[in-house]
C-alpha cells in the first residue's frame, strides 16, 4: 500500500511538473513574441530549411506578419531539398495569396539549396536571387516502395489483406507491384509533374518546351539557372534585402524583422506531436541530439533520422532532390 502511495506521488508530481512547463513556455512566448510590435519600415526574413513535411511554422509566421503595416517586403531564404507534394504546393500558394493580398515584393534568396519542392514554393516569389554555387531545380516527382516479400519468406511470416477494392492495398510492401498498380503510380506522378512543370512555365515565363528540356530531376548551379532564367539574378542575402527595398521603394530605410526562434530542448522532444512543424523540427531534434559528445549517440541520431523519413513517406509522391536521404 505504501508502495502504491509513493508511485502516486511521483506520477502526480510529474504531471504537475509537464504542466507548469507548458504553461511557463506559454507565457514566456505571449509575452516575448505574442504581441510584438516592429518599426516602422522592416523588410520580414523567413526561412524553409530542410526537407518539406508540413511547413507549418513559416506558414504561420507568413500569415500573422504579412499585413503588419510595418512590414514594406519579405524576403524568404531557403535551403531546402524539397519534401511532401502537399506542403510544398501549399507554401507556393500561400506565398501567391500573400503577393496578391498585400501587393508587397516577396523575394526569395538561397545560397546552398533550392531544389524540387523547395524550387516549387520559390516559384511564388517576384524574384529568385541565387549564388553561382547554389543548387537548383531537380524538377520532378519521386514515388518510393519497398518489397519486402523475400524478407517475410525468410522470417516465415504471411501478409495478406481483406480489401474492398483491387487497387486498395497497391503498394503493399508484402508483395511484388502489379502492371495495372505500377501503371495507375505513373499517371499519378505524371499528374504532379505536370503540375510542376507548368508552375515552372508561369511563374518564369518560359515555353513548356524549355521548361521540359530540364524538368528531368536534374540539378543546375545557381550560374546555370541564370542564364537559362530558372532564377532572376546571381547574389547574396544581403543582395535579396536591396532588391526587396528598391521594390518596395523603401530605399536602405529599413530594419531586418526575423521572427524569434526557440530553442529546442529536451522537454520539447517529448511533447512534440503532429501539431508541430516537421520541415524544422525534424532537422532541431536531429541538432540537438548530435550536439553530444558521444559519437553513439551521434550515429543514432543520424539513423534514426534516416530511418524516419525512408519510411514515413514510403508510397507517395515527393517533390524531393534524390539522394538526399540516402
Known sequence: MKDWSFKKKIVIGLIIFFVGMYVYRTTISYFEGGDHRISQNEILHLEINGVILNGKKFLSQLKKYKKDDSVKAIVIEINSPGGAVGPSQEIYYEILRAKRETKKP?????????????????????????????????????????????????????????????????????????????????????????????????????????????????????????????????????????????????GDDYKIFKPKKEKLNFLDILMMDEEDDELNSLAEVRAYLTSSKSSSVKNLAGELAHIFLKTKYLNQPLLLMPGYWE
Do not use: H
Open 106 to 250: 516577396i523575394v526569395c534568396v538561397s545560397k546552398g539549396l533550392i531544389a524540387s519542392g523547395g524550387y516549387y514554393a520559390a516559384l511564388a516569389c517576384d524574384k529568385i536571387i541565387v549564388a553561382p554555387g547554389t543548387m537548383i531545380g531537380s524538377i520532378g516527382v519521386i514515388m518510393e516502395f519497398a518489397n519486402l516479400e523475400k524478407l517475410y519468406d525468410w522470417a516465415k511470416v504471411q501478409r495478406y489483406t481483406i480489401t474492398s477494392g483491387k487497387f486498395k492495398d497497391s503498394g503493399s510492401e508484402y508483395r511484388a507491384m502489379r502492371d495495372d498498380e505500377r501503371e495507375l503510380f505513373q499517371e499519378m506522378i505524371n499528374e504532379v509533374y505536370d503540375q510542376f512543370r507548368n508552375a515552372v512555365a508561369k511563374a518564369r515565363n518560359l515555353p513548356l518546351d524549355v521548361v521540359s528540356t530540364y524538368a528531368d530531376g536534374r540539378v543546375m548551379t545557381g550560374a546555370k539557372a541564370v542564364q537559362l532564367n530558372f532564377a532572376d539574378a546571381e547574389g547574396t542575402y544581403e543582395d535579396a534585402l536591396k532588391t526587396a527595398a528598391s521594390m518596395a521603394k523603401i
